[in-house]
């Protein structure tokens, strides 16, 4: 288990949310972010042909 995986539980278990520290916020914000960002890149790429001779 990595240390988002730990700090998402927490923060879903709502019993020491108040506990969680506003850069461990930030940087689970960060890493979340960056999936989704390439899911929403690639569905463009997709869904106006950009990707050449695909």
Known sequence: MTK???LIMKILK???D??????ELRNLLIN???PYQVRQVRNIITRY????DT
Request: proline share 0%; glycine share 22%.
């Open 4 to 6: 988002y995986d730990k």
């Open 14 to 16: 709502g019993r020491s």
């Open 18 to 23: 108040a506990n969680v520290g506003f850069d």
């Open 32 to 34: 979340l972010a960056k």
């Open 49 to 52: 042909k950009l990707g050449g």
